[in-house]
């Protein structure tokens, strides 16, 4: 036998849970879900609460707003400096990509070596230029890396760790194109004009920063 409309509801919302149950930090079903359901079977949903709660949940991932700002305001930055054609990618912890641009007349490979540049300040916590250091003063130690690696890491300057205003660790960007040490400056540019810190803005925070070897 069929239920109607009026039972299913009231399963849905003996099974919800209520507002004062939800977790403090972040919520269990979507929005999306709740507004759904409250059209469709006229169940009350607690989704003032969740909205209220999800703005409260700390970042503590990359988002894609904002690594397409940080991007943009790499490119701004490169066009306004007259620099060479710039690559820049922003990766999440674990170097998943998250965004990705190359401008006109960017060779080829420079998604590689952004890429490499990312991946190098995460796996040794750093920036890609402290990672360079390093493979000179440590080229054995440095040579297991790369291998380990599979070659996924391209120590030269241009790849910085984003970081939360507290400090954590939200992902890594890499920049590729003019000099390592222009890439790097564009890369710290564009990590402050989404808001958010470098290693360098957040010597003083709780969470572990290196910026020397």
């Known amino acids: 036998m069929v239920g ?3 039972n299913i509801g009231e399963r849905l919302r003996l099974m919800m849970p209520k507002p004062h149950t939800l977790p403090d930090s972040c919520p269990i079903f979507p ?3 709740l507004v759904l359901q409250k059209k469709r079977h006229g169940v009350t949903t ?3 609460t969740y909205n ?3 703005k409260e949940c700390p970042l503590t991932m990359i988002t894609l ?3 397409e700002k940080i991007i943009d305001a790499i490119l701004v930055r490169a066009r306004e400096l007259k620099c060479r054609p710039i690559s820049a990618v922003v990766v999440e ?3 998943i990509v998250k965004a990705f641009k190359k401008e006109d007349g960017s060779s080829m490979l420079r998604f590689e070596m952004a890429m490499g540049k990312a991946y190098a300040a995460l796996a040794l916590g750093r920036s890609s230029s402290l990672v360079r250091e390093r493979a000179e003063a440590r080229p054995l130690f440095m040579d297991f890396l790369f291998k380990t690696s599979k070659e996924k890491i391209f120590a ?3 790849g910085m760790l984003i970081r939360a205003a507290n400090g954590e660790l939200l992902g890594a960007v890499g920049v590729t194109g003019d000099t390592q040490e222009q890439d790097e400056a564009l890369a ?3 990590i402050r004009a989404a808001g958010l810190k470098t290693d360098e803005d957040c010597a003083n925070s709780a969470h572990p920063v290196r910026l020397k070897n």
């Open 93 to 95: 912890p674990g170097a």
């Open 65 to 67: 707003p904002h690594a």
């Open 4 to 6: 109607t409309s009026g």
């Open 156 to 158: 030269e300057g241009g």
């Open 46 to 48: 607690p989704t003032t």
């Open 31 to 33: 929005p999306r879900f």
């Open 188 to 190: 710290a540019h564009g």
């Open 52 to 54: 209220a709660r999800i």
